[in-house]
C-alpha cells in the first residue's frame, strides 16, 4: 500500500529554474514530512524537513510547502544548478519514534546547465 | 562526521546462499532500519528495530530476518537468496523524533 504518493518521476530543468515536486499523502496522522535527496552511488541524504503546525518551511534554496487540508506537500527548489541533479524522495512517518516513516517513489531531477 | 557504515558496497550470490548485509552506526541511535530500494517502488521497509534485541517487521519482510545483538549493529539477513532479492539495500539509524541517516546502500546481485 503506498501511502505517500510523489510525482512527477522524473523532472527535467533549466539552470535557475524552479522545480517543483508534489507529494500527496493518506494518513492523517502523520505528522513529520521530511525530503531527502539522494546522489548516484550515495544514500538518501536529509534535505528539509516540515511538521503540520507550520505551512512553509525554508532552508537555503529549498523550500517545503505544506497543506493540511489538501494532505499535500511540495519541494521547490530556488535558483537551481546542475550540482541539485539527483533523486529526491519525500516522506512521512508520525510518532515519536518515526518507526513507520513511508516513502514516495522518488523524482529524479535534472537541471540543464 | 556522524555515520551508517555498511560493510559492502557490492555483493553477487548465488541463489539459495544465505547471506548477511551488516551494518553499524556511529550515533548510539536507539533506531535503526533496513529498506530495499528499487526503480519506481522507491523504498520499501523490510525490518526495524528499537532497540536491542528487538525487531519489528516491516512491508516486506517475506524472505529476510534481521539481528541486533547490539546497539551499533544491524544485521539483515536472506535466509536462501533468490533473484528477485536483487536490490539495493540501505541501512538508516535515527535517534528519537528525528530524520533518519542512511548508509551507502549495498547492491546485491543474486544470480
Known amino acids: 500500500q503506498q501511502q505517500v504518493k510523489q510525482s512527477p518521476q522524473s523532472l527535467i530543468v533549466q539552470k535557475g529554474g524552479i522545480p517543483i515536486i508534489n507529494c500527496a499523502y493518506e494518513?492523517?496522522?502523520?505528522?513529520?514530512f521530511p525530503w531527502y535527496q539522494q546522489f548516484p552511488g550515495k544514500g538518501p541524504a536529509l534535505l528539509i524537513a516540515i511538521r503540520p503546525d507550520v505551512s512553509e518551511k525554508k532552508e537555503g534554496r529549498f523550500t517545503i510547502s505544506f497543506n493540511k487540508s489538501a494532505k499535500q506537500f511540495s519541494l521547490h527548489i530556488m535558483d537551481s544548478q546542475p550540482g541539485d541533479s539527483a533523486t529526491y524522495f519525500c516522506?512521512?512517518?508520525?510518532?515519536?519514534?518515526?518507526?513507520?516513516?513511508?516513502f514516495g517513489a522518488g523524482t529524479r531531477l535534472t537541471v540543464k546547465p | 562526521d556522524v555515520k551508517v557504515t555498511q560493510s559492502s558496497r557490492y555483493l553477487v550470490k548465488r541463489t539459495g546462499e544465505k547471506v548477511f548485509l551488516e551494518c553499524v552506526q556511529d550515533m548510539d541511535h536507539e533506531n535503526m532500519f533496513w529498506y530495499r530500494q528499487d526503480p519506481g517502488l522507491g523504498l520499501r521497509l523490510i525490518y526495524f528495530s528499537y532497540d536491542v534485541k528487538m525487531k519489528e517487521k516491516g512491508d516486506i519482510p517475506e524472505g529476510y530476518s534481521v539481528s541486533r545483538e547490539k546497539k551499533e549493529r544491524f544485521s539483515l539477513i536472506l535466509e536462501s537468496a533468490s533473484t528477485n532479492q536483487t536490490s539495493m539495500y540501505l541501512c538508516?539509524?535515527?535517534?528519537?523524533?528525528?530524520?533518519?541517516?542512511f548508509g551507502s546502500g549495498t547492491r546485491l546481485t543474486v544470480v
Open positions: 516522506a512521512a512517518s508520525f510518532g515519536i519514534n518515526n518507526n513507520d516513516m513511508r
Open positions: 538508516a539509524s535515527s535517534a528519537t523524533n528525528y530524520g533518519y541517516t
Open positions: 494518513n492523517t496522522a502523520f505528522d513529520y
